[in-house]
């Protein structure tokens, strides 16, 4: 079954760096494109940025565009977020979810969502 | 302010139907159907409910169905169930310079 297990979540003070990681398991990690997704406590889902299944594309949300860097790394099937000048609006739980479009075909949905890693920026 | 329009709440009583509407522009839902819908309990992961507008993934049930009409997009349930109360979030293609777009969530409550 399919699993997606995020890590590396925490409290950092503003303008520090964390980056997140998501483990990925029960499905062919390298064919499939993956998003991070984000949850600021109390309200709603904000996407935040995509990485092709080969990592030759990447798009981000303007909030985050030039501070967070999506990768991954098909050999050990994990995903990661780089985020660097956090900032107390960054505060919330990050998701990992897989894009059910296979290689090329994105399908632009998220058919797998792992449990969050919580992010708290805060001095 | 989310890209997506939904109302804040629905309610209804068990066995009842509701729909939540969401609401885009021409440059998301009323371009592309690529219209999905999540759910999402307490502290819990969202869950895939609808894709493509109108498409149920294996496992979600029948009770759930999804449509498109112009520029807005409509998730409804039929026959409520108390498990059913929960968020719903709707979620559009938005183009390659904005990618994807969420609604701002509506909260469902059966009475």
């Known amino acids: 079954q399919v699993q997606l297990v995020e890590s590396g979540g925490g409290v950092v003070q503003p303008g520090r760096s964390l980056r997140l990681s998501c483990a990925a398991s029960g499905f062919t990690f390298s064919s499939y494109g993956m998003h991070w997704v984000r949850q600021a406590p109390g309200k709603g889902l904000e996407w935040v940025a995509f990485?092709?299944?080969?990592?030759?594309?990447?798009y981000y949300a303007d909030s985050v565009k030039g501070r967070f860097t999506i990768s991954r790394d098909n050999s050990k099937n994990t995903l990661y977020l780089q985020m660097n000048s956090l900032r107390a609006e960054d505060t919330a739980v990050f998701y990992c979810?897989?894009?059910?479009?296979?290689?090329?075909?994105?399908?632009?949905?998220?058919?797998?969502w792992g449990q969050g890693t919580l992010v708290t920026v805060s001095s | 302010q989310s890209a997506l329009t939904q109302p804040a709440s629905v309610s209804g009583s068990p066995g009842q139907s509701i729909t939540i509407s969401c609401t885009g522009t021409s440059s998301d839902v009323g371009s592309y159907n690529l219209v999905s819908w999540y759910q999402q309990h307490p502290g819990k992961a969202p869950k895939l409910m609808i894709y493509?507008?109108?498409r149920r993934p294996s496992g979600v049930s029948n009770r759930f169905s999804g449509s498109i009409s112009g520029n807005t997009a409509s998730l409804t349930i039929s026959g409520l169930q108390a498990e059913d109360e929960a968020d719903y979030y709707c979620c559009s293609y938005a183009g390659s310079s904005t990618f994807v777009v969420f609604g701002g969530g509506t909260k469902l409550t059966v009475l």
């Open positions: 493509e507008g109108n």
């Open positions: 990485i092709s299944y080969d990592g030759s594309n990447r």
């Open positions: 979810a897989k894009d059910d479009g296979f290689e090329e075909l994105l399908a632009y949905y998220f058919d797998y």
